[in-house]
Protein backbone atom coordinates (compact mmCIF):
# COMPACT_ATOMS: atom_id res chain seq x y z
CA UNK A 1 0.00 0.00 0.00
CA UNK A 2 0.87 3.66 -0.66
CA UNK A 3 -0.67 5.09 2.20
CA UNK A 4 -2.07 3.32 5.18
CA UNK A 5 -3.84 5.35 7.84
CA UNK A 6 -4.89 3.82 11.25
CA UNK A 7 -7.41 5.24 13.68
CA UNK A 8 -6.47 8.95 13.14
CA UNK A 9 -8.45 11.33 15.45
CA UNK A 10 -7.98 15.03 15.76
CA UNK A 11 -10.07 17.64 18.24
CA UNK A 12 -10.00 21.45 18.04
CA UNK A 13 -10.64 23.41 21.19
CA UNK A 14 -12.47 20.11 22.56
CA UNK A 15 -14.37 20.21 19.92
CA UNK A 16 -14.00 16.67 17.23
CA UNK A 17 -12.99 17.36 13.34
CA UNK A 18 -11.79 13.58 12.71
CA UNK A 19 -12.58 10.44 14.82
CA UNK A 20 -11.43 6.97 14.44
CA UNK A 21 -10.54 7.68 10.40
CA UNK A 22 -8.69 4.79 8.94
CA UNK A 23 -7.73 3.94 4.95
CA UNK A 24 -5.48 2.10 2.80
CA UNK A 25 -4.55 3.43 -0.49
CA UNK A 26 -2.86 1.17 -3.12
CA UNK A 27 -0.30 2.47 -5.42
CA UNK A 28 -0.99 4.26 -8.87
CA UNK A 29 -4.48 5.03 -7.71
CA UNK A 30 -6.71 8.17 -6.36
CA UNK A 31 -8.74 8.58 -3.45
CA UNK A 32 -11.21 11.29 -3.78
CA UNK A 33 -12.53 12.46 -0.39
CA UNK A 34 -15.80 14.09 -0.63
CA UNK A 35 -16.94 16.50 2.16
CA UNK A 36 -19.04 19.70 2.82
CA UNK A 37 -16.39 23.12 3.35
CA UNK A 38 -15.52 22.90 7.17
CA UNK A 39 -16.23 19.18 7.41
CA UNK A 40 -12.19 18.43 8.31
CA UNK A 41 -10.88 17.24 4.29
CA UNK A 42 -7.92 20.31 4.71
CA UNK A 43 -7.48 19.13 8.61
CA UNK A 44 -6.56 15.48 6.97
CA UNK A 45 -4.44 16.33 4.49
CA UNK A 46 -2.13 18.53 6.76
CA UNK A 47 -1.83 15.58 9.07
CA UNK A 48 -1.06 13.34 6.28
CA UNK A 49 1.70 15.64 5.42
CA UNK A 50 2.90 16.51 8.92
CA UNK A 51 1.76 19.77 9.11
CA UNK A 52 -0.45 19.37 11.69
CA UNK A 53 -0.18 16.51 14.78
CA UNK A 54 -3.11 13.65 14.93
CA UNK A 55 -3.99 13.36 18.62
CA UNK A 56 -4.10 9.87 18.18
CA UNK A 57 -3.76 7.21 15.61
CA UNK A 58 -0.76 6.20 12.71
CA UNK A 59 0.02 6.98 9.54
CA UNK A 60 2.52 4.52 6.78
CA UNK A 61 3.62 6.22 3.08
CA UNK A 62 5.53 3.36 1.52
CA UNK A 63 5.46 0.94 4.21
CA UNK A 64 7.34 3.46 6.50
CA UNK A 65 5.80 5.35 9.44
CA UNK A 66 6.02 8.33 9.27
CA UNK A 67 4.00 10.72 12.50
CA UNK A 68 6.89 11.57 13.83
CA UNK A 69 8.99 12.14 10.52
CA UNK A 70 8.64 16.13 9.60
CA UNK A 71 7.40 17.35 5.97
CA UNK A 72 10.02 17.21 4.11
CA UNK A 73 10.94 13.87 4.87
CA UNK A 74 7.45 12.05 4.49
CA UNK A 75 7.37 11.86 0.48
CA UNK A 76 4.23 13.46 0.53
CA UNK A 77 3.56 16.82 -1.64
CA UNK A 78 0.46 19.30 -0.25
CA UNK A 79 -1.08 21.30 -3.42
CA UNK A 80 -3.23 24.11 -1.94
CA UNK A 81 -6.29 25.65 -3.77
CA UNK A 82 -4.32 28.42 -4.35
CA UNK A 83 -0.55 27.66 -6.42
CA UNK A 84 2.14 28.82 -5.03
CA UNK A 85 4.86 29.67 -7.30
CA UNK A 86 7.85 31.82 -6.54
CA UNK A 87 6.98 34.94 -8.24
CA UNK A 88 10.49 36.06 -9.32
CA UNK A 89 11.10 32.64 -10.72
CA UNK A 90 10.44 31.45 -14.33
CA UNK A 91 8.08 28.69 -14.87
CA UNK A 92 11.19 26.58 -16.01
CA UNK A 93 12.64 27.24 -12.54
CA UNK A 94 9.87 26.70 -10.30
CA UNK A 95 9.32 23.10 -11.64
CA UNK A 96 12.92 22.44 -11.65
CA UNK A 97 13.12 24.31 -8.06
CA UNK A 98 13.18 20.52 -6.49
CA UNK A 99 15.85 18.94 -8.38
CA UNK A 100 18.24 22.15 -7.67
CA UNK A 101 17.43 21.40 -3.97
CA UNK A 102 18.57 17.91 -4.58
CA UNK A 103 21.25 19.00 -6.26
CA UNK A 104 20.89 17.22 -9.43
CA UNK A 105 23.26 17.67 -12.29
CA UNK A 106 22.66 20.87 -14.78
CA UNK A 107 22.01 18.53 -17.54
CA UNK A 108 19.46 16.79 -15.44
CA UNK A 109 17.55 19.21 -14.75
CA UNK A 110 17.30 20.76 -17.78
CA UNK A 111 15.83 17.35 -19.44
CA UNK A 112 13.78 16.18 -16.67
CA UNK A 113 11.95 20.02 -16.77
CA UNK A 114 11.81 20.14 -20.15
CA UNK A 115 9.69 16.59 -20.34
CA UNK A 116 7.71 17.74 -17.73
CA UNK A 117 6.69 21.23 -18.91
CA UNK A 118 6.20 19.60 -22.74
CA UNK A 119 3.82 16.89 -21.08
CA UNK A 120 1.75 20.33 -18.90
CA UNK A 121 1.29 22.02 -22.30
CA UNK A 122 3.70 24.49 -20.86
CA UNK A 123 6.76 24.42 -22.98
CA UNK A 124 5.87 27.73 -24.76
CA UNK A 125 5.82 29.29 -21.55
CA UNK A 126 8.92 27.96 -20.13
CA UNK A 127 10.55 31.59 -19.84
CA UNK A 128 7.51 33.94 -18.22
CA UNK A 129 7.11 34.39 -14.62
CA UNK A 130 3.63 33.21 -12.89
CA UNK A 131 2.25 36.57 -13.30
CA UNK A 132 2.26 36.40 -16.65
CA UNK A 133 0.16 32.94 -16.82
CA UNK A 134 -3.53 31.91 -16.81
CA UNK A 135 -4.87 30.30 -13.42
CA UNK A 136 -4.96 27.17 -14.73
CA UNK A 137 -1.31 27.46 -16.58
CA UNK A 138 -0.04 28.30 -12.43
CA UNK A 139 -1.77 25.39 -11.57
CA UNK A 140 -0.16 22.92 -14.38
CA UNK A 141 3.06 24.65 -13.40
CA UNK A 142 2.05 23.88 -9.86
CA UNK A 143 1.59 20.19 -10.64
CA UNK A 144 5.15 19.78 -12.53
CA UNK A 145 6.97 21.41 -9.33
CA UNK A 146 4.86 18.86 -7.49
CA UNK A 147 5.55 15.89 -9.55
CA UNK A 148 9.17 16.38 -11.13
CA UNK A 149 10.81 14.99 -7.39
CA UNK A 150 8.32 11.68 -7.90
CA UNK A 151 6.46 12.11 -4.25
CA UNK A 152 4.95 9.02 -2.73
CA UNK A 153 1.69 10.88 -2.66
CA UNK A 154 -0.04 13.94 -4.07
CA UNK A 155 -2.18 15.57 -1.44
CA UNK A 156 -4.63 17.86 -3.43
CA UNK A 157 -6.69 20.18 -1.52
CA UNK A 158 -9.34 21.04 -3.70
CA UNK A 159 -7.33 22.49 -6.47
CA UNK A 160 -9.42 23.73 -8.99
CA UNK A 161 -11.62 25.28 -6.60
CA UNK A 162 -10.44 28.57 -7.88
CA UNK A 163 -10.77 27.99 -11.66
CA UNK A 164 -13.84 28.56 -14.28
CA UNK A 165 -15.63 26.00 -15.31
CA UNK A 166 -14.03 25.56 -18.72
CA UNK A 167 -10.75 25.66 -17.24
CA UNK A 168 -11.91 23.54 -13.93
CA UNK A 169 -13.11 20.57 -16.77
CA UNK A 170 -9.52 20.86 -18.55
CA UNK A 171 -7.55 20.40 -15.39
CA UNK A 172 -9.43 17.65 -14.48
CA UNK A 173 -8.99 15.40 -17.72
CA UNK A 174 -5.23 16.66 -17.65
CA UNK A 175 -4.73 15.47 -14.25
CA UNK A 176 -5.99 11.91 -14.97
CA UNK A 177 -4.08 11.79 -17.64
CA UNK A 178 -0.70 12.86 -15.82
CA UNK A 179 -1.64 10.52 -13.14
CA UNK A 180 -1.66 7.88 -15.45
CA UNK A 181 1.07 8.42 -17.07
CA UNK A 182 3.29 9.14 -13.79
CA UNK A 183 1.30 6.44 -11.89
CA UNK A 184 0.33 8.73 -9.20
CA UNK A 185 -0.83 8.08 -5.95
CA UNK A 186 -3.05 11.07 -4.39
CA UNK A 187 -5.80 11.72 -2.33
CA UNK A 188 -8.02 14.17 -3.84
CA UNK A 189 -10.63 16.39 -1.56
CA UNK A 190 -13.58 17.99 -2.82
CA UNK A 191 -16.69 19.42 -2.10
CA UNK A 192 -18.06 18.85 -5.59
CA UNK A 193 -19.72 15.52 -6.38
CA UNK A 194 -18.86 14.99 -10.17
CA UNK A 195 -15.76 15.92 -9.58
CA UNK A 196 -15.18 13.40 -6.98
CA UNK A 197 -16.66 10.93 -9.03
CA UNK A 198 -14.64 12.01 -11.77
CA UNK A 199 -11.23 11.97 -9.76
CA UNK A 200 -11.53 9.05 -7.77
CA UNK A 201 -10.48 5.55 -8.57
CA UNK A 202 -11.71 4.85 -5.37
CA UNK A 203 -14.69 7.02 -3.31
CA UNK A 204 -15.08 8.34 -0.21
CA UNK A 205 -17.19 10.25 2.40
CA UNK A 206 -16.33 12.56 4.66
CA UNK A 207 -18.95 13.15 7.23
CA UNK A 208 -19.54 14.03 10.84
CA UNK A 209 -15.11 13.28 11.34
CA UNK A 210 -15.92 9.85 9.87
CA UNK A 211 -14.83 8.36 6.82
CA UNK A 212 -16.87 5.82 4.92
CA UNK A 213 -14.35 4.49 2.01
CA UNK A 214 -16.66 2.85 -0.98
CA UNK A 215 -15.51 -0.59 -2.14
CA UNK A 216 -17.66 0.34 -5.47
CA UNK A 217 -19.59 3.23 -7.08
CA UNK A 218 -22.68 1.01 -6.76
CA UNK A 219 -22.30 1.19 -3.39
CA UNK A 220 -21.49 4.91 -3.67
CA UNK A 221 -24.68 5.83 -5.34
CA UNK A 222 -26.69 3.99 -3.58
CA UNK A 223 -25.63 5.48 -0.10
CA UNK A 224 -28.00 8.47 -0.23
CA UNK A 225 -25.72 10.73 2.01
CA UNK A 226 -23.46 11.21 -0.96
CA UNK A 227 -26.42 12.50 -3.00
CA UNK A 228 -25.67 10.96 -6.23
CA UNK A 229 -28.49 9.37 -6.97
CA UNK A 230 -30.54 12.37 -6.02
CA UNK A 231 -28.11 14.04 -9.13
CA UNK A 232 -29.20 11.17 -11.30
CA UNK A 233 -33.05 11.62 -10.29
CA UNK A 234 -32.77 15.12 -11.09
CA UNK A 235 -31.27 14.70 -14.20
CA UNK A 236 -33.44 11.70 -15.51
CA UNK A 237 -36.55 13.95 -15.21
CA UNK A 238 -35.61 16.52 -17.63
CA UNK A 239 -35.35 13.52 -20.32
CA UNK A 240 -38.61 13.39 -21.91
Not at 25 to 45: E, F, I, M, W, Y
Not at 79 to 103: D, K
Not at 127 to 153: C, D, H
Not at 195 to 203: K, N, P, W
Request: contains cysteine; charged residues 25%.
Amino acid sequence: MAIEVRHISRAFSGTPVLTDLSFDLPTGQTLAVLGRSGCGKTTLLKIIAGLLDADNGSIHIGGRNVEHEPPQQRGAVYLYQEPLLFPHLTVFENVAFGLRLRRETASHVRERTSRMLEHLDLGAHAGKKSEELSGGQRQRAAFGRALIINPSVLLLDEPFGNLDVETRAEMQQLFKKIATEYHITAVFVTHDLKEAVRMGDRLSLLENGRLQVFEHLDAFIRDPRTGMQAEINFWNTLVP
